[in-house]
């Protein structure tokens, strides 16, 4: 009964059907081909081609970028094994290196569901409280960590690095002394690159910075406002600083204390000696080494210095029902309000590796930690002692934490140092007679006995780890013994099973919003797809387990990535050498104007310090060239939002002697393509300066024009933004900086390993460290290098028209509604565009804050507010949107309008109304009482897809005000944070 | 200024100070020892260790475990680093061998969010559907894309593989023809595996299965029910079944069809033929090979059949307000329910594995499912082109999908894949002169070109894929092609995008409550941690990616997991043998009895075949027993749910001659330690009878006692239970079978790779497969294995102490207000126990299931409801659960019993009150209109935690019987589903 087969067709087979299908592109580039065609159509345009050309200035148009090898894009299963391939050309050796980097155990709860967990790494910074609350909670845990263990007032919620932190904490110290004490003391014995980076960053603050061994610090100049001291120091001695502290407070002159916070479980901490700074990094709480970050450095001090602080601040206030509820505080010390006034450009910082710290202590809690400091030094100690029994080498007699100097016979150092290398171990040569030695959470007692058989040169030993332990020794003082409690607080003491950190985990997650829930239009910080294949690898052990400064012969997989990037990005750009130092857009603004410093130096024009910056201008920028020490000079903008070139003419020309160089963003930060910026370039350039490009808009460029074609010598590129390293609520960013030829060799380099510009010009003249690693955050590079190697040339081009369709698409459906502000001579705006809700004032007494808060109610997060025009909201979708989506968002706003309306139109309060109540918490719309004007249902339920599927915002309308009178920064035993209600 | 440093202390290292300090046991035993403590006093009891002593009986007491190298159990860092060490002894080859297994990919965004994601990996199965409606939509999903691609009207939602659910149609057959026919026909060329499972499960049924070539079929003798065939067949032919259904169908046969889904795209379906059943695997969408699993298998028939279907069937209904919602169908077929008239024994299944494989069909859609299965035959059409050309090997002529048969010279199959082993790539030997090779998605036209070399035996070959493409053509015969659509709702054409994708995961994840949230107390279940290192290693490649018939010479690294997983459960459980095979609880049972009827056979007690059954055991127990062909006897329980020995003495002795076996579960299913379950065991030994223990209730046993020692011959574990393998909302599972010694012989053997017991007897004497995988889902046989390593034997033992202390500590807490049945002797009870709240009817109208539904007001996950004692909870808190936890739970339970004193003493309404009116989703309780007696408040925010962190239910209280009136399983179109109104 079987029947014959039927003959077959005659389709053949075509090559095309033979590729893979799956590609990354389709993913990413959300809208289908078929929604691009209707949206270009609703925009008026034939062809989403139609609408570039209509848009972007032909004078400006490049020519097709060519990405090698990965022109073509790969697909994500390539990728992957394009990494695989990297991988395993890194060599994870045993780290002993220490100087700041440690080796630590990632709880595996904390890797999955926070550094694994899109619904953690894709937030942004907490500017929208309300729906934030979890992140915040996290935030003032960490905070809380270090202010109990370093035993001063208040902290901040992460800096970009621990040198840079020391450079904060310098500038800090001529800000107490209102600038009139210009010298900083440096002690010989702290981390190379931490005074690396301080004497880099002086000169731009007027300041000198002198390194000297501690016993010779002379304060008889009276000109010194404050010293850089390390606990415990480099070479891992632990000194006591209690005379030193008087002795310099007896001169007026501030300390600032490096310091390690698994040391100060066991070790006196820094407030205790009178210390008035503190900086430091959480690294080694759980947070991977990952070839140099990212990681979150800290900075803490007392109250009385709070508005000099540098970088975000989570403090505690009231809700609009008087309820606890947090909120960054203080934010009028930043840029965005300050501007070169700013205490400091930071801006992206470190949250998501902040978060990831405090949770590490909230898992281990106080004895745990304990008991990882004993562990350490126990080890440390035992190695001391069985290291001193061999013959020719000595530890240390002194103090130590975790690092233990060892003396060897003059010469052998390097030569014990490649011994160890050989067995998969790396050492720190301190110089030809003495290495360093650096325990941490990971060494394991046979580790010690593999360091006695290497510093026995192979040769047996008569004693073990085991054997030694009776015999060895606490090496902590006495006098500086940890007496003081820390890490009391409830929350730090009831997480320690699994079940418990996982939950406290998801109910934070629950409170706050983020790119799995909807999309986050904010302009200018292009929130695109984070996609899980290029996170994938960030968690590897080949790339997490690195320490910065192993030998780069161990790091082949790295380097090969960082010089494909390179050259990448260089393509990309149209520049001829990139430095991946920078670790955010603000760092990359400070690196490249030194660069422009740096140049004009070189050339003899030193007095070349005049940077002319138009008004609209992110706040980072003149904050930037503050630091730089330069002379801002602004330029406003005309009625369509371009900078005003004659007025940019006349003060280019007015400063021509002294112009070091314009900062201008591009397209403009009104989200347009300004016809003459060519022009603009160029009248730098007739007059002595250089071009520095703020590349924050670069995904309205990819593939359509670049920087270097523009005629700007150097831009930063925000990883973070255009290039897909998720946000992670406030950072990790990356800001690499390109430059053109003739600025090359001024990029910076690194004091321990010596790096450049990639590709790397012939002669370098460097201009110091700007970053305590020498590629910054290296870890977080494989993100931005797979988004580029998946997407490929065209792919990135098309990213780069779909976020402008996308844009446009959004600007015209709203633009009978809401008036949109500056497009270009096209009508058409660039990647973003900004409604203006400023007449509603008058009409209906909303604010723009009103509609932010009330987007919360139908599930999306305000886009960017009253930045760079008040009273406005800027709106950037991305490529990654889809039609549905846009449409959504563009309903919620449509809605909101109609709200206004009514009350402009009286059938709505305009005390009462569902604005300027918003958000609307569960708690409040389901209260057993209800006397608004509006319905429960309206206030909750305003919009069919909230009714499939609601986001609750957690807390109501927070007041900013209350919480910067009343300044709260740490928890506080009493203050009623929900978890305390979930703990009891 | 610098000081001297001051002398040390002369606290000295302790050796234990050295060891690692964070150990696992702390992270999942949850309470702290000063809970413990607590706990243990509260409940009258000096220590912990006496309130053992009063609860497990002496004469079961075991000696202290050693579990070798594990003893003391790894660290998380330890245990992660041996795994290491494990996978880089598998070698993961190019699989081209095809039988129902295909390497895929798994979409990242799905491996993130879904597998490696706790929030939906330790889900419950829906049963709580008010709290499920996110993984019910994907089931939903599964469903319809089963019907959609196999052309038949209804699908269930899993079953464990694709040669059980063969088997399980097989059944159906017999069953349609109400048990009058007994013979069913295999086509030879069907899979090897599925063909012995039918072989293996026939003989309990009653059946005769015969395997002939399909041409020779005879339905003369008019006993045929059924029929297997295969589309495409083993050997990758793709056979027009038009007439063969039509003949089959003339002489009253069912014809059941395997199938493969990717093939279902290219090929007309069966439901086009009449096919009467079809089943399969869903493994190719993007479920990893996993060395054999887990994977979602499925059965798919016409309603007609509904009532016979097995397993877990998820249809629409209504809730309480008329809206519609998702909850299981047809529960009444299951074995809870029916026992042993169940229509299967099928209880946990693969959901997990089918919401992964729903969504890579809702990420694909149609065109791109459509795209890959045009590659996959692009490609094999090309390979059987080139391949012909070479000399002495030609590619069949016949019709084929993706696996085409080439002949070879006589005698060279072997040479030619042992060849291609030494080129990393693994074919299949058919016989001596043919070989297959399938292909699959992430075949490359590279890995074309190498198969030509292997083919050539390595001598270069003068085409490549890419030149041959313009002459390869279909191979799929016209009249074949599938003309008909598939997969047309929008929820598989909206969300194509990474990020559309992601949010839909999350919209759905967000309805469900998981063990990220709350304890899931579920009496019998076992609901503990799964912690985060134990799942780590399940996606890790070097596990993932192998084929499940690949040379164990390439497994190297799983076969010493298995040989160390079988003697440490052995040790566990005090038997001598363990077999890896079954892929649940059931399926171990299943196979465990028919090693006892194995056994009996061969001592030529054919006759032995009743069963006694405790009339409280699970209704597994009977289904399975009516598997093997058993009689069952059931035997009650006394008034303290102790078997009743006298009776069960009777019913042993009146069946002396015919006793096969007992089944046993221990603890009893009431939760109480029997003090005579060694008298029970004697009692079956003299009669001749075999005990079967059902290890559902292991984690109280652990380390304290065995199923060995106590007296059993057999018992299944349920590692998802006991041993961490999450439940993934209703699978995966595995269920191993330990027995003793006399029966090690008859463990589960598999046709391709023969296999057995761990440690294998000398002699063996193989029962056949009873599953389709040697080792079942081996994949996820780490996660117990890491349990185990990292726990220790001192740490399992605690474990069940604590499970003990736990169970102990809850019903103390909640005597006086709930009446706890059945405690043991001294008054405490083991690992769960149960309140009953039958009075509650007569007292408050109130029955288990308002309270049920009112914890989820509470932000809990009921106990098991109304099992094994109908009007009860069954309460199992697990050691994974902090006292502050335990707390809570009962805190929710002892508020609902003043809410339930409130109707009793006339205080509030009986027929609307919180209990009858629960779940309140924010919908009805924000309503504008509130009519009800009690508040809001009253009804969403009943305790304090929930004001701190509110879980929402979706859905009001769902109508069983209206979804089973109007049975409806797959997506409508016009349906109103929640996503259809986010989409739009
Ligand atoms: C235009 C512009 N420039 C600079 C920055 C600063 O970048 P970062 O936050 O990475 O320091 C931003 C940040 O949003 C920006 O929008
Ligand atoms: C006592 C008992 N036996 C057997 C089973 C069946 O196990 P599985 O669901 O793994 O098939 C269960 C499941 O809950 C059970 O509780
Ligand atoms: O983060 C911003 O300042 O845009």
Chains 1, 2 share one sequence.
């Not at 006591?240 to 002795?247: E, I, L, P």
């Not at 931005?784 to 998946?790: K, L, P």
């Not at 609750?952 to 309308?957: A, F, M, Q, V, Y």
Request: charged letters at 20%; glycine letters at 8%.
């Amino acid at each position: 009964t079987r029947p014959m087969p039927m003959p077959f067709g005659l389709r053949s087979i075509s090559l095309s059907a033979l590729q893979p299908s799956d590609t990354f592109q389709r993913r990413h580039n959300s809208p289908t081909l078929d929604e691009q065609a209707k949206m270009a159509e609703f925009c008026g345009f034939e062809t989403v081609d139609k609408m570039i050309d209509a848009t972007v200035p032909k004078a400006i148009l490049r020519e097709k970028m060519n990405l090698g090898f990965f022109d073509q894009g790969l697909t994500e299963a390539q990728l992957l094994g394009h990494m695989k391939d990297l991988a395993a050309k890194n060599k994870v050796f045993k780290s002993h290196i220490g100087m700041g980097y440690y080796d630590t155990y990632v709880p595996p709860v904390i890797l999955r569901n926070i550094m694994e967990n899109p619904a953690w790494y894709t937030q942004y910074t907490p500017y929208q409280a309300e729906i934030a609350q979890g992140r915040l909670e996290s935030l003032l845990n960490f905070q809380t960590m270090i202010t109990d263990l370093t035993g001063m007032p208040m902290s901040n919620a992460s800096l970009l690095d621990e040198g840079t932190a020391a450079a904060e904490a310098m500038g800090m110290c001529t800000s107490i002394a209102r600038g009139k004490k210009k010298t900083f003391l440096i002690a010989d014995n702290c981390h190379p690159q931490t005074i690396d980076i301080c004497i880099t960053r002086a000169p731009g603050l007027g300041m000198n910075a002198v390194v000297a061994n501690l016993k010779q610090f002379d304060y008889s100049s009276k000109d010194v406002c404050g010293v850089l001291v390390q606990y415990p120091a480099t070479d891992g001695e632990v000194i006591d600083y209690s005379d030193f502290v008087k002795n310099a407070h007896a001169h007026g002159v501030k300390v600032v204390m490096a310091t390690d916070l698994l040391a100060l479980t066991s070790l006196k901490p820094p407030g205790e000696f009178g210390a008035d700074m503190t900086v430091g990094s959480a690294q080694r709480f759980g947070v991977p080494m990952g070839y140099g970050g990212p990681h979150a450095a800290f900075l803490a001090t007392s109250q009385e210095y709070k508005r000099l602080m540098p970088g975000r601040i989570i403090g505690v206030t009231i809700d609009s029902g008087g309820k606890p509820a947090l909120r960054m505080a203080m934010q009028t010390r930043e840029q965005h309000i300050r501007r070169d006034k700013a205490t400091s450009n930071i801006c992206t910082a470190q949250a998501l590796l902040a978060n990831m710290a405090a949770m590490y202590a909230v898992y281990h809690g106080p004895e745990g930690l304990k008991m990882i400091a004993d562990r350490v030094h126990g080890l440390a100690s035992v190695f001391a002692t069985g290291v001193s029994k061999l013959s020719g080498t000595k530890a240390t007699a002194g103090a130590f934490f975790d690092t233990v100097k060892v003396s060897v016979p003059e010469g052998q150092a390097s030569k014990i140092a490649s011994f160890a290398r050989e067995h998969g171990v790396n050492l720190r040569v301190l110089d030809s007679s003495s290495l360093t030695v650096a325990f941490d959470e990971t060494t394991s007692i046979a580790d010690v006995d593999k360091l006695f058989a290497i510093f026995a040169g192979g040769k047996s030993v008569d004693f073990t780890a085991e054997s030694l332990a009776p015999e060895a020794a606490s090496r902590v003082p006495k006098g500086l013994e940890r007496t003081s409690p820390y890490l009391t607080h409830p929350i730090f003491n009831a997480y320690h099973s699994e079940h418990e950190l996982l939950r406290y985990l998801y109910r934070l997650q629950a409170k706050d919003l983020s790119l799995v829930h909807s999309m986050i239009p904010l302009g200018s910080c292009t929130m695109k797809l984070n996609a899980t294949t290029e996170m994938m690898p960030v968690t590897w052990p080949e790339f997490a387990n690195l320490h910065p400064f192993a030998p780069t012969e161990q790091t082949e997989g790295f380097q090969e990535m960082f010089r494909n990037l390179g050259d990448m990005l260089c393509e990309i750009t149209g520049f001829d050498s990139m430095s991946l130092q920078p670790n955010a857009g603000a760092a990359g603004e400070y690196a490249g104007l030194m660069v422009i410093r740096a140049y004009h130096d070189s050339r003899g024009d030193r007095h070349r310090n005049v940077c002319i910056i138009p008004t609209s201008a992110h706040g980072t920028n003149p904050a930037s060239a503050a630091m730089c020490g330069m002379k801002i000079v602004a330029v406003g903008t005309d009625a369509k939002g371009n900078v005003d070139i004659e007025a940019l003419r006349k003060a280019a020309e007015a400063n021509k002697e002294n112009l070091a160089a314009l900062m201008i963003t591009y397209p403009s930060t009104h989200g347009v393509y300004e016809e003459g910026v060519d022009e603009i370039c160029r009248i730098i350039h007739q007059n002595g300066g250089q071009v520095y490009m703020d590349g924050a808009n670069m995904n309205a460029q990819v593939g359509l024009t670049s920087p270097g074609f523009i005629g700007a010598d150097v831009c930063h590129l925000n990883l973070h933004k255009t290039f897909c390293i998720p946000h992670g609520g406030g950072g990790p960013g990356m800001g690499p900086i390109g430059v053109k030829k003739h600025l090359a060799p001024f990029l910076p380099s690194h004091p321990v390993i010596p790096t450049g510009g990639y590709p790397l010009p012939e002669k370098v003249q460097p201009l110091g460290a700007i970053a305590a690693a020498p590629w910054g955050s290296a870890l977080i590079l494989p993100i931005s290098y797979a988004y580029i190697a998946m997407m490929g040339s065209e792919g990135l081009t098309d990213a780069s028209k779909i976020a402008i369709l996308n844009a446009n698409y959004m600007a015209k459906r709203l633009e009978n509604d809401y008036k949109i502000l500056f497009r270009g001579d096209n009508g058409t705006c660039a990647h973003e565009f900004i409604i203006d809700l400023r007449s509603f004032k008058d009409t209906a007494h909303i604010e723009a804050e009103d509609v932010a808060k009330r987007l919360m109610d139908y599930g999306y997060h305000a886009p960017t507010m009253s930045w760079p025009v008040s009273g406005t909201l800027m709106i950037e979708p991305t490529e990654s949107e889809s039609m549905a989506e846009l449409d959504r968002f563009c309903n919620a706003l449509i809605s909101i309008r109609e709200e206004i309306r009514a009350i402009e139109e009286g059938r709505a309060d305009d005390k009462v109304n569902v604005l300027k109540c918003a958000p609307h918490t569960a708690a409040v719309v389901l209260a057993d009482e209800w006397t608004r004007p509006y319905s429960r249902e309206v206030a909750a339920f305003p919009a069919s897809w909230v009714k499939a599927s609601k986001f609750w915002p957690t807390t109501g309308r927070v007041d900013n005000v209350y919480g910067d009178r009343h300044l709260i920064c740490t928890l506080q035993q009493e203050n009623g944070v929900d978890e305390v209600a979930v703990a009891a």
